[in-house]
Every structure is written in structure tokens, then in C-alpha cells.
């Protein structure tokens, strides 16, 4: 199985289509609204815009299972991205991404990454970065932040 077999739904309900990734390098990471890590955002939304020509795509995953910081729903969370961060990388519906009801490209991300914690997300922002091949590259915690991660990101371009 590889990171485009995934189902997963948009923000807006409907489902989408994780082949149309295929040949492009993914950073795939998991968002709250309410965080001291949220202002991550703008970076993110940087790198995607920068290098998304070069074959780059952000993926967001928001999640409410660190400290309720994600308690909006689907709309609120759209909104709020959209007039804060002016997000335009591809949003998706809300997920855990730990424990029994972890969304299965979760369980899967960190089936192949583990880290100290066993392979579990410490905590919102955790960002993995896959290659053009779908390949785990790296994970990177919640206090690297996009611009520190720049080099690695357009490593993967390269």
C-alpha cells in the first residue's frame, strides 16, 4: 500500500483522490486551529506556494486530539484557514491520527516512520515528507517549522 491507496475526504465532505499526488513530493501534516504551533500555517502555506510548480504539495490533516485545539467544524476550520493563513493547499476532513481510530494513512505514515514515542504523533504540526515516489523521506516534530525544513523539502524536488 502506498500514501496514494489512502481514502481520505476533503474539507468540504466530499472524497478525494490522494493518485492525483502521484509524481509530486507530499508534506503531509496534521493541524489545530488553536495552537500555540498554528501560526506554522503561514510557513507551510509558503513553502507550498513556492515550490508547488516544482511538484510540491502541502497536505493538511486537521485533528483534535491534542488538547481539544481543534474543536471547529469542517466550515469553521475552511474559514478559518482561509481568512487567517489564506490557505490554499489542499485541506482535508478532520482525523486522529493515534489510538484505535487513527485514520488509516496515519496508522500507515507512522508504521513506516516510528520514532521514540513508538510511532506515535506527539502533537499537532508533526509533518512527514514523502518523495515523488510516495516514499517516506522523514518526519519532522512540531518545533521544526516549515522554514527550517526548507532544505530537506526542496531536497525531495531536486
Keep these: 500500500m502506498a500514501i496514494y491507496d489512502h481514502d481520505v475526504n476533503a474539507l468540504d465532505g466530499g472524497p478525494a483522490d490522494l493518485h492525483d499526488l502521484e509524481g509530486r513530493a507530499t508534506l503531509v501534516v496534521n493541524v489545530a486551529s488553536?495552537?500555540?504551533?498554528?501560526?506554522?500555517?503561514?510557513?507551510?502555506?509558503?513553502?507550498?506556494?513556492?515550490?508547488?510548480?516544482?511538484?510540491?504539495?502541502?497536505?493538511?490533516f486537521p485533528c483534535d486530539q491534542f488538547g481539544h485545539q481543534e474543536p471547529g467544524t469542517e466550515e469553521e476550520i475552511k474559514a478559518f484557514c482561509s481568512t487567517t493563513y489564506d490557505v490554499t493547499f489542499p485541506m482535508f476532513a478532520k482525523v486522529d491520527v493515534n489510538g484505535d481510530d487513527a485514520h488509516?494513512?496515519?496508522?500507515?505514515?507512522?508504521?513506516?516512520?516510528?520514532?521514540?514515542?513508538?510511532?506515535?504523533?506527539?502533537?499537532?504540526?508533526?509533518?512527514?515528507?514523502?518523495?515523488r515516489d510516495g516514499s517516506l523521506v522523514d518526519r519532522f516534530p512540531p518545533s521544526q517549522t516549515p522554514e527550517q525544513i526548507e532544505r530537506d523539502v526542496a531536497a525531495t524536488l531536486s
Design 34 to 60: 488553536q495552537c500555540g504551533s498554528t501560526p506554522q500555517y503561514a510557513g507551510l502555506e509558503a513553502l507550498y506556494r513556492r515550490y508547488r510548480d516544482q511538484g510540491l504539495v502541502v497536505l493538511g
Design 104 to 131: 488509516p494513512l496515519y496508522a500507515w505514515l507512522t508504521s513506516h516512520q516510528a520514532d521514540t514515542l513508538g510511532g506515535r504523533i506527539e502533537w499537532n504540526f508533526t509533518k512527514f515528507l514523502l518523495d
